[in-house]
C-alpha cells in the first residue's frame, strides 16, 4: 500500500521488531486479518540459527491455561507444540503453610509454538528478515530501521517486541521498565510430580517465587529471581533470563508502539507473558488493519499512528495491563514470610465456610486478593 521501495530502503506498512511471543503472532494476526491483502508486513528477528532461537525462547516456564486457546484464534497449538499438561498445583506460603489443588495447565514447547506462528504469518504473505535492529529513527515522515546487515527499512508503523532489553524502546527513547534476572535449571523431576506444578512464597523471594514446571518425562523446570534462592543440585541446563515487567506509562509514541516483554508487558505477580503476548498482538493488529480497510491512500500514516495510540489506550483500560497489579507487587515484596503466612490464611483452610469467612476477616488484603485473582485470570 502506498510509495514502492525508495532508494534509501525497502518501504513497508508495518516492520515487526521481534519475533517472540508478541512479535510472532502480532505479524501473524496482522496478515490474517488483512484479507484484502492492504498491508505489506515485515518481521526482523535476529536469531537466524534455529539453535539459538530455541535457546533463547526455552527460557520460562511456558504454562498456559484453557483460555489462552480460545483467545488466540484463529491462532492454533498444535499437539506436538505441548509438552505435558498439569492437573495439580503445589503451593507453599512462607515456612508455615502448604497446599495442594486442582489446577488445569498445558505446558508449551514455546520454540516449537513460535515457529508455527511464524510458517503461518508466512503462508499468509507475510515477510521474515532474520537481521539483527541496530536503530530506529523516526525524525522523517517514515521510520528509518537500520540493520546489522546494512539492510534499511522504511517503515509507516513499526512494533517493537524485541524483549526486555530492547533495541527499539532504547533508541526511540522510550522510560526503561522495572528489569529483574531470572534463573532458570532444567532438572530431574520427582517421581509422582509429573502433572504436578509447584510454587514456594516467602520474603526472600523479593516479590517474586520460586518454581518447578514439569517439562517432558523426567525433567523439571527450577526457577527464581537471581539472588533470592540457589540450586546446587543435578542440572542438565542452567540459564539466565531477564523479564521486563510492571507495563510503563506510555509505549507509544511516534509511530511506535512497544508490546510484549519491550514495553513491560508481563504481569509482575504471576510473572506470565505468553498469553498476554498474544493477548496484545491480537488487539494491536485488530486496531492496525480497521484503520486501513474501507479507507482511501489519503492520510494513511496518520491514521496508522492514531491505531497505535488507539491500542495504547485500550490496553491500559484491560485487565491485562500489567502496571494494574505495580501496587500489590510492591507491597508483596516488603511482606516477611509471617505477613504472607497471614495472606494465605484462606487459601489453606479446609472448609469452604472458613476459608470464605477468612477473606472476609482480611479486609487489608482484600485489594491484594483481587491483584491476584485477576492477575491468575487474564495473565496464564
Not at 75 to 96: A, F, H, L, N
Request: hydrophobic share 40%; net charge negative.
Amino acid at each position: 500500500m502506498g510509495p514502492c521501495d525508495t532508494a534509501e530502503g525497502q518501504v513497508y506498512d508495518v516492520v515487526v521488531v521481534g519475533a517472540g511471543p508478541a512479535g510472532a503472532p502480532a505479524a501473524c494476526y496482522l496478515k490474517l486479518f488483512d484479507t484484502r491483502s492492504l498491508l505489506r508486513v515485515l518481521l526482523i528477528e535476529k536469531h537466524e540459527d534455529p539453535a539459538e532461537y530455541d535457546k533463547y525462547h526455552h527460557k520460562c516456564g511456558e504454562g498456559v491455561s484453557d483460555g489462552f486457546f480460545e483467545e488466540i484464534a484463529p491462532i492454533r497449538i498444535e499437539p506436538s507444540d505441548i509438552t505435558t499438561y498439569v492437573d495439580t498445583v503445589r503451593e507453599y506460603w512462607g515456612m508455615k503453610h502448604a497446599t495442594e489443588d486442582p489446577f488445569k495447565l498445558h505446558i508449551l514447547d514455546r520454540p516449537s509454538f513460535l515457529r508455527h506462528v511464524i510458517e503461518a504469518y508466512i503462508g499468509a504473505g507475510g515477510e521474515v528478515r532474520w537481521d539483527q535492529v541496530l536503530e530506529v529513527d523516526a525524525s522523517e515522515n517514515l521510520v528509518r530501521l537500520s540493520c546489522k546487515s546494512g539492510f534499511v527499512a522504511l517503515a509507516r508503523v513499526v512494533i517493537g517486541a524485541d524483549g526486555p532489553n530492547s533495541r527499539v524502546r532504547t533508541t526511540m527513547g522510550f522510560p526503561e521498565p522495572k528489569i529483574i534476572t531470572l534463573m532458570q535449571y532444567l532438572v530431574p523431576d520427582e517421581p509422582g510430580d509429573e502433572h504436578t506444578i509447584t510454587f514456594w512464597y516467602g520474603g526472600k523471594y523479593d516479590g517474586g517465587y520460586k518454581y518447578k514446571f514439569p517439562y517432558g518425562p523426567g525433567k523439571a523446570k527450577l526457577g527464581f529471581i537471581k539472588g533470592t534462592a540457589e540450586y546446587h543440585g543435578q542440572s542438565y541446563e542452567i540459564q539466565a533470563k531477564q523479564m521486563a515487567l510492571g507495563g510503563m506509562p506510555t509505549f507509544a509514541k511516534d509511530r511506535v508502539v512497544l508490546i510484549g516483554a519491550a514495553g513491560a508487558f508481563t504481569n509482575p505477580l504471576t510473572c506470565a507473558g505468553i498469553r498476554v503476548g498474544f493477548v496484545a498482538g491480537r488487539m494491536l493488529a485488530g486496531s492496525i488493519v480497521k484503520a486501513v480497510e474501507g479507507q482511501s491512500g489519503d492520510g494513511l500514516e496518520s491514521r496508522l499512528d492514531d491505531a497505535i495510540h488507539r491500542f495504547e489506550a485500550m490496553w491500559k483500560r484491560s485487565p491485562y495491563y500489567a502496571g494494574k497489579y505495580m501496587k500489590a507487587y510492591e507491597r508483596f515484596k516488603d511482606m516477611d514470610d509471617a505477613a504472607i503466612e497471614a495472606f494465605a490464611e484462606p487459601y489453606v483452610q479446609k472448609g469452604r465456610l472458613r476459608g470464605a469467612l477468612l477473606f472476609l476477616k482480611n479486609a487489608a488484603f482484600w485489594p491484594m486478593y483481587k491483584a491476584f485473582w485477576d492477575s491468575a485470570r487474564y495473565s496464564v
